[in-house]
């Protein structure tokens, strides 16, 4: 290894020192390269070998007189058969020594008589490995050895590849190998690649020439007779062959795929073959295919197209000649498109300015194209043809702007078949590839620059008209597909969305102004509705600060009080619904002063709906919640008290979850983005603001007395209105939100809210009745307060969040429930203490669960034994099965842990395996089961046949999924016998 090294230094650093060596460093490198077999001295032997072409590069030089001596050295190790040891320091792999190899193969075309020869050789292997790296290793030395060095070997490359990619004379039972064709694909390419070379260099002669030659290699394909047996075989000539009819399609279909992928790498490779293919190739197979010739292409070609347009006698043959012949022609289209968008991306937007005649074929033939795609789709002779057609039409329209084949005109039509088709009756599968087409026709027109507001384009052509199908339709069923194209124009198409926007918000007033006139409300407020959920869930989340315009997303808001304001609408709760969400979504995009400036009018509205309906009051106060619970920190919210009682008063009340909850939310937020230090409302602090929601008052109306610490809490002359269960809950439910508030933000008043949802839990005696539904809502606050919610209290609704406040509030909670359930003698009061442990654990990361497991696993094993049953605790119950294998899998905390809980873990997850009201808890505890052989072998080994006992039950488990667990589960305890050594 020393000396190769040596010999590398000489070559690199010193390459003057040793050149007049000549013939004696040659030879000296062959004696230390030859017989070598260390991975390391390899590459060594590799990178010389390089080295030294490159410093001998005179084909008559020292290296080329000792070409086969050298070239016999490095070619022994083709191909590379290397397996590196596990457990070997060097990191080299056996691609790292075949990249190696080729390289050192390609570095000098005076190798090539020793090295085309040996490739082709090893072509004929039955080792499919040696193959693949032969076509990988002679694609490589085409490119690096140029036409002059390959003209003697075309004839043999090219019939070893055409054995490789076209089908054998006669069908065979063997199916080619996919990864072998690619490989003889990419070799195919890069051969017609350099024989094309020096056509390429003269691309700008192309208008004085008339006509761009073929290479030596590309013009042996077209000779060879490839096209002829392709047009004869879509002629369904068949007899000259001897074939039956029975046999025809087979045969077409493999024919026409293998010649259709030739001349597609072929036309690919470079402008100049794409030219001349598409010239000499694409008017033929389109009039074998029954299509119009055009008419300035050349007199032979006409001529030659004109005596191959005989049809057959066989309708069905001919429909399906018409489908595979397309598809040939849809690949060489392909191809073309390929090679465009390669072209562009080399040389971006300079190309505007470089003649693009290799293209001059495919665009004479546009017309014709675009008609064969189209009337692919509208005859529907197959799903196939269909398929093909829109295939088609999406090649021809996604071509870099300044490449592109096509006319204005054309694009124009094309977009406007895709149109018809997205809101025409089509089946689904097609309405998707249709779907998939145009968003990456969008794509390309974004990447390529084509966004000008007059070009022509998805932007210019298709949205106009389907924001006009929006604002036609007459209720939601007729608006649902234009919306879900906008949406995938949008979600890819910044420019695209204040365009859409702003028109949707059009719709929006218009719909208001149908529903003040009572026309058709049902079928008004379902559009709105398809129109709002569109806005709210596939435009607006794309949009940042600087995407959408902010006059359009006021304006946009503008509308949305308007909406509320409707008493028309009122009738549908969906139109609050998800004009509340609209809200949220479009505030949470401003800056904090624009925020400040729609709060404050929603405020306006809100304090003067006071004087309207109750009905109008409800929607403006969700309205105005979902603003709130938006808005930064730093916004600026109006009248602080006034706001924040009538939203107590909301969140508390019997009105619709929808008001209630957003209420609650809104004064979440309010508590939890408050400002430490403000004179703003008179002095109104948070202070002042947690004690009056969270008052004596508010607190005795959703706590029975009889719960109450002490008489003292509570001034026992006031005579409170007797609530509903239903204002408790919601109660309930607006304390926890504002226990969450205040816990992320570190305030101490979330200890009060504890305080209240533990005595509720302790108050729940009965499946049935007022104290089950509190202590149902007790359970779910302790959840509320630790799990992400996505609609408000978080980072992208400017939340405050004070780093490990579900560490600390878990930490906090623990011993009191702990102390709770040993201290309760009621099974009933146990299980709603299990259910708001169940929902704790579910928000506590598991981190905090590992840290505190001694504690904490007793209680997660009590929560899978109490909550087994009720079909109501699946989703505590996964939770809390997910909770479980973060100990069986952590090996540092929670095996140590659950090492002396075996028996009692095994236990409770074969009853789970056999829970029927979830699918997804069965699956989880068999996976918790199968890692419990993890745990130690004395504990674990006899409880197996117990176990293989009860998994026989899941193997019969009428759900895959189940099925295919428990089979892995029943898997590791059958081998868990072998583990003992």
């Not at 406007?416 to 390309?444: C, P, R, S, W």
Request: charged residues 20%; proline residues 4%; contains cysteine.
């Amino acid at each position: 290894m020393l000396c190769l090294e040596l010999f590398e230094c000489l070559l690199e650093k010193h390459a003057g020192a040793v050149t007049p060596l000549k013939d004696d460093l040659v030879f000296g490198v062959v004696a230390a390269v030859e017989e070598e077999k260390d991975p390391r001295c390899l590459l060594l032997a590799f990178r010389i070998t390089r080295l030294l072409a490159k410093l001998y590069p005179d084909p008559e030089g020292p290296v080329a007189s000792c070409a086969e001596e050298l070239f016999d050295v490095v070619s022994r190790y083709f191909p590379i058969s290397f397996n590196p040891r596990p457990d070997s320091p060097d990191d080299i792999t056996r691609e790292d020594l075949a990249n190696s190899l080729k390289a050192t193969f390609a570095c000098t075309p005076i190798f090539a008589p020793y090295c085309i020869p040996l490739l082709l050789e090893k072509l004929s292997s039955s080792l499919r490995r040696a193959k693949l790296d032969a076509l990988n290793y002679l694609g490589h030395c085409g490119l690096a050895y140029g036409a002059k060095a390959l003209k003697e070997y075309t004839v043999a490359v090219w019939d070893a590849l055409k054995a490789e990619l076209l089908p054998p004379s006669m069908p065979s039972e063997e199916p080619q190998d996919v990864e072998i064709v690619k490989e003889a694909l990419s070799c195919l390419r890069s051969w017609v690649l350099a024989s094309q070379i020096e056509n390429d260099s003269s691309l700008l002669s192309m208008r004085d020439s008339g006509i761009m030659k073929a290479g030596d290699f590309l013009q042996l394909i077209l000779q060879d007779g490839l096209v002829e047996d392709l047009v004869t075989c879509l002629k369904n000539d068949t007899v000259s062959r001897g074939h039956t009819q029975s046999l025809m399609k087979d045969r077409a279909i493999q024919q026409a795929e293998g010649a259709g992928h030739i001349l597609a790498e072929s036309a690919q490779a470079s402008p100049s073959s794409c030219f001349v293919v598409c010239r000499q190739v694409l008017n033929r197979l389109m009039t074998a295919t029954g299509l119009s010739i055009v008419s300035n292409a050349t007199p032979e070609i006409v001529a030659a197209a004109a005596s191959e347009a005989q049809a057959g006698t066989n309708p069905n043959l001919d429909n399906f000649k018409s489908v595979i012949g397309l598809g040939v022609v849809l690949q060489i289209v392909i191809a073309a498109r390929n090679l465009a968008e390669k072209c562009f991306q080399e040389r971006g937007q300079s190309l505007a300015m470089t003649p693009k005649e290799w293209l001059d074929p495919l665009q004479e033939q546009a017309e014709n194209l675009l008609t064969a795609f189209h009337k692919a789709i509208t005859d529907e002779l197959s799903r196939d043809s269909a398929v093909l057609g829109v295939s088609g039409l999406q090649a021809l329209a996604s071509f870099p702007a300044s490449l592109s084949p096509v006319s204005s005109d054309q694009l124009r039509r094309i977009l406007l078949i895709f149109k018809d088709l997205l809101i025409g009756d089509i089946n689904q599968e097609l309405l998707d590839i249709v779907l998939i087409a145009l968003e990456n026709i969008n794509n390309v027109e974004e990447r390529s620059g084509a966004v000008d507001e007059g070009n022509v384009g998805v932007l210019t052509v298709v949205v106009p008209d389907l924001l006009g199908a929006v604002r036609e339709a007459k209720s939601g069923t007729e608006v649902g597909k234009p919306l879900r194209v906008l949406a995938k124009i949008c979600g890819s198409r910044s420019g695209a969305r204040p365009l859409v926007i702003k028109n949707l918000t059009e719709s929006i007033h218009l719909g208001i102004s149908r529903a003040n006139v009572r026309e058709d409300v049902d079928d008004v407020s379902t559009k709105l509705v398809g129109v709002l959920r569109c806005i709210s869930e596939d435009i607006l989340p794309w949009c940042d600060d600087l995407s959408a315009n902010q006059s359009v997303m006021t304006e946009l808001t503008t509308e949305i009080w308007a909406v509320v304001s409707t008493q028309a609408f009122r009738c549908n709760q969906s139109v609050l619904e998800w004009s509340s969400k609209v809200m949220r979504v479009a505030v949470v995009k401003f800056d904090a002063s624009a925020q400040s400036r729609i709060l404050q009018h929603g405020a306006q509205l809100l304090f003067d709906t006071t004087r309207h309906h109750e009905e109008e009051m409800d929607w403006t106060i969700a309205l105005v919640a979902s603003v709130i619970v938006s808005v930064r920190a730093t916004a600026v919210v109006p009248n602080k008290q006034s706001l924040l009682t009538m939203m107590m008063r909301a969140a508390q009340s019997d009105k619709a979850f929808l008001i209630t909850e957003t209420a609650a939310q809104a004064v979440a937020s309010m508590l939890n983005k408050w400002a430490v230090s403000t004179d703003e409302d008179g002095g109104f602090t948070l202070e002042k603001a947690v004690h009056m929601v969270l008052d004596e008052d508010f607190l005795s109306q959703i706590v029975p007395k009889s719960r109450l610490e002490s008489s003292a809490e509570i001034d026992k002359g006031k005579d409170f209105p007797c609530k509903s269960v239903r204002q408790k809950v919601s109660g309930v439910r607006a304390a926890a939100w504002i226990g969450k508030g205040l816990a992320m933000r570190g305030h101490s008043g979330v200890s009060v809210v504890a305080s209240v949802l533990l005595k509720l839990l302790l108050s729940g005696t009965s499946e049935e009745g007022e104290e089950s539904s509190l202590a149902t809502a007790a359970a779910e606050g302790l959840g509320i307060i630790l799990k992400e919610s996505d609609v408000c209290l978080n980072k992208t609704h400017h939340a405050v969040v004070r780093p490990l406040f579900k560490q600390r509030f878990f930490s906090s909670m623990l011993l009191p429930l702990l102390e709770a359930v040993r201290s309760s003698s009621e099974t009933q009061t146990k299980l709603w203490l299990y259910r708001g442990i169940g929902h704790l654990i579910s928000g506590t990361p598991h981190v905090a669960l590992l840290a505190d497991g001694a504690k904490v696993f007793p209680v997660i094993l009590g929560t899978l034994s109490f909550l087994c049953s009720d079909r109501s605790d699946s989703d505590i119950l996964l939770s809390t099965l997910l909770a479980l294998s973060s100990f069986l899998v952590d090996e540092n905390q929670g095996r140590p842990v659950v090492g002396e809980h075996v028996s009692s873990i095994v236990k409770r997850l074969l009853i789970l395996i056999q829970y029927q009201h979830s699918v997804i808890v069965r699956e989880t505890a068999l996976q918790c089961l199968g890692a419990v052989v993890g745990l130690p072998y004395n504990r674990v080994y006899p409880l197996r046949r117990e176990v293989l006992k009860a998994l026989s039950a899941a193997l019969d488990d009428k759900k895959r999924v189940v099925r295919k667990e428990a089979v892995r589960c029943r898997q590791a305890w059958t081998m868990i016998s072998t583990k003992k050594t």
